[in-house]
């Protein structure tokens, strides 16, 4: 051990250094874990400077790179490290569903969203009774703006003014998990990647789940084509309730159009990042961050009644026409509600 | 053969999974008799156990297989030799996980041997923004494309379902095992975990979930014990994000650009410096999660500890034990 180095002390201070991390491959460790006597002895206590020039004595006249090392992890190595340990410990572990929800994080940005729907959209909310009070519900709803302030607002409807005061899931568009910190943020605001397993398995815990089946075909549709539904995916919503067995709540947004009126789009640049469009609108590319604010319509959230596609069970879902005329039904439904709404408004700032 | 107890080999007796079932079986008054194969004897075997060397690398390890397991009458067999490491060598791991799990499972067809138990992992499922952010048994199995060891996992899954299809009469249970975590069991997970400065992925923060390693011995003896075809998630209870399981043991995340962490995880494992290549960091980039619904419902088995337990136990545990062993046994021959 210690005598195949020819430059080593042969006395006690040998012995002492002597502490079992004669194995080379723990080297490769140093950083790993201690567990050598001497680190345990001195840990968390003060080393004095005699103590420290004893040590220095110890190392002799032509001391190796491992003596040296040792020294350091003796006087300071293991103290910085518990520091390190403390700060990195501090602060709790954050209380989360399964999915990721954190209630914690939410909470003020839910102040934001009630400030925004009370009054920068003044958003008029009808048919709320139309939501349980508990149990499962899929909300489908028409999607547009540009950015998902839709998404936010029916969540803050729902949060504010239904007697439940019920959190609504959304499922969000995949893209969103491609890229750095987007995804990440909606898994703690309690957003859910938009799939059929996902989706079941909010619903069969009773969660009010909100889906726009447009995707980005309908939040990223330009202004000329407002308020005109796109296809509503492949009949997933459908599947999704007749399989959950819940009810479907139609649900008709009106104002976010004109809050981000998309001009037209730049896609080649936007493969480039993992964007599904960069959008250009009257202020955003031209203002930069401020062009990500919306403009302050009159927004109208209606939800409609509940269709119930409980009954069909498996039969329906097996049967590809009949889904999709169901689809195709709940699309019409929403369009009606919409231009109802519409014909309704006078203007669309004061509504 | 006369007994009422079963007679179990395993293959990657050396293997701390190994080493550990072949005590639990030790223990196991329903056991009878274990054959323990390997290149080296395990350190935990009993009166129960008898050990034969089986390279799994060799051209004729089938063949060897077949014989040994017809000779000690082997009703049950456990497949658990693979690497707990990324390996440098990776063609000879190709030739001991993929090529050696077909070899055994050829054996295993060649000498009727009663049922067949896989240990295998939920990285098979590969890390992947579409996953589902619970993953199910009969999930695609994407396996991590540019990883040869992830790989060669997901090559020993697709061994048993072949034999699984051609031979119908054989019981083939696959055991899908989380990252096992422990006081004693050593991994390229636990390493990583034992580290005081941890690398991240900048804007990404998966849920990840743990498993216990007296829980993931425990599923290994009843699916040998018990019957139990198909293919199960054995994972611990609860997720938790990844810089809270850091958190948790006071390690302190390095956060990495992605696009500078890949090259960077290459370069440090090329050069035996990292635990593995750059393209793991997906696993720290992307949701992996499996449900455990079927472990708990079909097989009936529930872990003792739940994820945040387990991490916590292991944790716990490092104070008491030394340092990691050095990465993968050296390939015989190499």
Not at chain 1, 300 to 321: A, C, M, Q, S
Not at chain 2, 98 to 109: E, F, Q, S, W
Request: hydrophobic share 40%; glycine share 8%.
């Amino acid at each position: 051990m210690t005598s195949t180095r020819p430059d080593a002390p042969p006395s006690d201070a040998a012995e002492a250094r002597d502490d079992g991390h004669r194995d080379p491959a723990m080297d490769h460790y140093v950083d790993a874990i201690s567990v050598s006597g001497d680190v345990f002895e001195s840990k968390g206590e003060i080393v004095s400077l005699e103590q420290l020039a004893e040590l220095l004595d110890q190392l002799g006249s032509a001391p190796g790179v491992r003596d040296v090392l040792r020294l350091l992890r003796r006087v300071g190595v293991d103290r910085l490290k518990a520091a390190v340990e403390a700060v990195a410990k501090s602060g709790a572990v954050r209380e989360t569903d399964e999915f990721g929800f954190e209630p914690a994080f939410l909470e003020p940005l839910e102040k934001v969203g009630k400030w925004f729907h009370d009054h920068y959209f003044r958003v008029e909310s009808r048919g709320l009774e139309h939501v349980p009070d508990d149990g499962r519900v899929l909300l489908v709803a028409n999607h547009s703006g540009t950015l998902p302030y839709d998404g936010a607002m029916v969540v803050a409807a729902i949060r504010h003014q239904h007697p439940a005061h019920r959190l609504v899931r959304p499922l969000v568009e995949d893209f969103m998990y491609h890229l750095p910190y987007l995804g990440m943020l909606m898994t703690r605001l309690g957003a859910v990647r938009a799939c059929q397993e996902n989706a079941l398995r909010l619903l069969e815990k009773d969660e009010v789940t909100l889906v726009f089946p447009e995707g980005v075909k309908g939040i990223g549709k330009l202004y000329r084509k407002r308020y005109r539904l796109q296809r509503f995916g492949r009949g997933g919503a459908i599947r999704l309730a007749a399989a959950a067995k819940a009810p479907i709540v139609p649900v008709s947004i009106v104002g976010a159009e004109e809050a981000m009126p998309l001009i037209t789009k730049v896609g080649w640049l936007a493969k480039a990042v993992g964007l599904p469009y960069i959008p250009v609108t009257p202020t955003l590319p031209l203002l930069g961050p401020l062009g990500l604010i919306p403009y302050p319509t009159k927004w109208y959230i209606d939800f409609g009644e509940p269709i119930d596609v409980t009954h069909l069970g498996d039969d329906v879902i097996g049967d590809r026409v009949q889904l999709n005329k169901l689809n195709e039904e709940l699309r019409a439904t929403i369009q009606r509600m919409i231009d109802e709404r519409l014909r309704e408004r006078k203007t669309i700032f004061g509504g | 053969m006369a007994g009422a107890g079963f007679r179990v080999a395993l293959t990657g007796a050396r293997t701390f999974f190994g080493e550990r079932l072949i005590a639990a079986l030790e223990a196991d008054p329903r056991c009878e008799h274990v054959v323990a194969l390997d290149i080296r004897p395990p350190e935990s075997g009993g009166l129960k156990t008898r050990f034969v060397r089986l390279d799994l690398t060799n051209p004729n390890a089938d063949e060897q297989g077949a014989r040994i397991l017809r000779d000690e009458g082997v009703d049950t067999l456990c497949h658990l030799a693979f690497l707990a490491h990324p390996s440098h060598s990776s063609s000879w791991a190709h030739e001991l996980e993929a090529i050696g799990t077909l070899y055994v499972m050829n054996a295993a067809a060649e000498a009727r041997v009663r049922k067949v138990v896989l240990r295998s992992t939920t990285m098979v499922y590969g890390a992947n923004p579409m996953n589902p952010a619970f993953l199910e048994e009969g999930a695609r199995l994407r396996g991590e494309p540019r990883s040869r060891w992830v790989r060669d996992k997901v090559g020993a899954e697709m061994e048993l379902q072949k034999l699984a299809r051609d031979c119908p009469k054989i019981i083939c249970t696959s055991l899908r095992f989380c990252i096992t975590l422990g006081p004693t069991i050593r991994s390229w997970w636990t390493r990583v975990l034992s580290r005081q400065l941890v690398a991240r992925l900048m804007g990404y923060d998966p849920m990840v979930q743990f498993l216990h390693e007296d829980d993931a011995v425990g599923a290994l003896v009843k699916a040998v014990a018990e019957d139990h075809p198909g293919v199960y998630n054995i994972v611990g209870d609860g997720t938790l994000y990844f810089t809270d399981a850091l958190k948790l043991g006071g390690r302190l995340p390095i956060a990495v650009p992605h696009l500078l962490g890949y090259p960077i995880g290459d370069a440090l494992f090329n050069l035996q410096l990292a635990d593995a290549p750059g393209t793991f960091l997906n696993f720290l980039r992307y949701s992996w999660v499996a449900e455990g619904a079927r472990m708990r419902d079909v097989m009936g088995f529930t872990p003792r500890y739940s994820s945040r337990q387990a991490l916590e136990a292991f944790y716990e545990s490092l104070g008491y034990r030394g340092a990691p062993p050095p990465i993968a046994p050296p390939p015989p021959g190499l």
